[in-house]
């Protein structure tokens, strides 16, 4: 079989290996048959050091927003509303960020480039295959190892710090909800902050929060400087993640300008492919395909993921 060195323009590929269908986990090894109903995390020092950091901020905006300003506040419905909202923008965020964290990006099984497997795929004469030389596995079009996650993924996008994942084929729709849930968020909180520095510098600083005024103005214009650098980062990742998917390319395909090799599909089939069926607010729920997993460790010397 041609290593990942003798790859050639003009590949046929097996139709067992593109990115849209997915191999018998068995065929390959039996530590792989049950991955479906493990969580998968990667152990990357930077990721999960990145990964409670974006909790803390969010925890940190919650906090500011209840009970610095919306808790002292003398109007109980503009309190309710707004804590209602915020707080439901916060926790579908942070699920989304969960969902994103925990869930296989589209990982391709270790090792399953073995001889007993290549007979198994019945190639005809004169047909190729890429085996990367990493994980030494057979890896499918589109696919690409990551060196943090150790693993080929499908349709990998990117590898995101901030969730401690790549971000594949499998996690992507979570990806874009928790950027938009976050901008959403942000904006909530920057309009929150204005409209409370309006209150206390029209009124008594000491009657607008029940912390000091010096505190208050610290936390406030710490929640601002979060908001807009937020707003910012998750704003563009969104759009930028929206653009990828109605073109059918990722990030990693844009930036090595790849022609693609593939049948591209269209911009609301590509938006169904990822959110799953037509258009609907499932499409914004975070929650869906949700189970709980078996706890189970799995030690493996130097893998970087375990299940929990």
């Not at 510098?201 to 214009?221: A, H, K, M, N, Y």
Request: hydrophobic share 40%; charged share 20%.
């Amino acid at each position: 079989m041609p290593s990942s060195g003798h790859r050639l323009r003009d590949v046929e590929h097996h139709p067992l290996l593109t990115g849209d269908d997915s191999y018998d986990s068995a065929a390959s090894s039996p530590a792989e048959a049950d991955a479906a109903d493990r969580v998968w995390f990667i152990r990357d020092g930077c990721g999960m050091i990145c990964a409670v950091l974006t909790w803390l901020l969010v925890v940190y905006a919650d906090f500011v927003v209840t009970f610095v300003m919306l808790l002292p506040s003398k109007d109980f419905w503009y309190s309710v509303v707004n804590g209602v909202v915020f707080n439901c923008l916060a926790v579908l965020a942070l699920s989304s960020h969960l969902r994103t964290m925990l869930t296989d990006p589209g990982a391709v099984p270790k090792g399953n480039a073995t001889k007993e497997y290549m007979e198994s795929l019945q190639l005809k004469p004169g047909e190729v295959i890429y085996k990367c030389p990493k994980c030494c596995c057979v890896k499918p079009e589109r696919a690409h190892h990551c060196s943090i996650c150790k693993r080929c993924i499908r349709k990998m996008d990117h590898h995101c710090p901030w969730v401690n994942n790549c971000v594949g084929e499998k996690n992507q729709k979570f990806f874009v909800l928790f950027t938009m849930y976050i901008a959403l968020a942000s904006v909530h909180a920057l309009v929150l902050c204005g409209l409370q520095f309006i209150a206390c510098v029209r009124g008594q600083w000491t009657e607008c929060s029940d912390f000091s005024p010096p505190v208050t103005v610290i936390l406030l214009i710490f929640l601002c400087l979060e908001g807009l650098l937020f707003f910012t980062f998750t704003a563009v990742m969104f759009g930028t993640q929206i653009h990828s998917i109605c073109n059918d390319e990722t990030e990693i395909e844009r930036l090595k300008s790849e022609k693609p090799t593939w049948e591209r599909r269209l911009r609301w089939e590509g938006m169904k492919s990822v959110f799953g069926g037509p258009p609907s607010l499932l499409w914004m729920n975070p929650f869906v395909g949700f189970r709980f997993r078996r706890l189970q460790t799995r030690p493996r010397k130097g893998a970087p993921e375990f299940s929990v």
